[in-house]
């Protein structure tokens, strides 16, 4: 991986795809993140309830995405409207040469495509400006969706860790590990 990958990720603060603009956000998103992650369906595989209120976004954005993680997530917007309709974030393994990808979208823009559409071009910036040799993507036990937008995009599920993720409510969840590598990548892309 590149030797400076927060160097890396500030050169593509803005990137785009067929029908998104991926960039960074910015607190006029609070209200549609809001409407993004106040749907129980939205939430129901993640570790955190839903927002209560269009503060709980503001919060969620200046603590998380400008902050503390701000070069890791890009919010989502759909370029015919200028709406966020979710987020895709990378998680770093420079030890490793590896890289974590993630994605939320808004339930009112499911089965269109739109997860895919992110999710490759993630891949492409972990392998073709971050240098990375694998990316790992994971999704709860149950949403099989976000397992069937991973392997349209070249990744092979590897395990299910059993019980592997306590969620809201104490709940545990099977934890399903997809992974990719550059070999696979580069030779998928190729055909």
């Not at 395990?159 to 590598?181: E, L, M, P």
Request: aromatic share 10%.
């Amino acid at each position: 991986m590149v030797k400076n990958y927060n160097e890396a990720l500030f050169r593509h603060n803005i990137m785009e795809t067929e029908r998104l603009i991926l960039r960074r956000f910015c607190m006029d998103d609070a209200a549609d993140l809001f409407e993004c992650t106040s749907q129980p369906d939205m939430v129901k595989y993640l570790a955190r309830d839903v927002f209560a209120s269009v503060d709980d976004a503001r919060t969620e954005i200046a603590d998380k995405y400008l902050a503390k993680y701000g070069a890791l997530f890009w919010a989502a917007v759909l370029k015919e409207s200028g709406k966020v309709i979710g987020s895709f974030d990378l998680q770093p393994t420079p030890e490793d040469d590896t890289v974590g990808v993630g994605m939320k979208i808004n339930q009112q823009y499911w089965g269109r495509g739109l997860g895919t559409e992110g999710i490759r071009r993630m891949l492409a910036l972990c392998f073709d400006a971050l240098g990375a040799n694998r990316v790992e993507g994971v999704h709860y036990g149950g949403n099989t969706a976000s397992g069937r937008v991973l392997a349209k995009c070249g990744l092979t599920q590897e395990y299910v860790a059993r019980q592997g993720a306590k969620i809201k409510n104490g709940v545990f969840v099977d934890v399903v590990y997809y992974g990719i590598t550059r070999e696979d990548y580069y030779g998928k892309k190729l055909q």
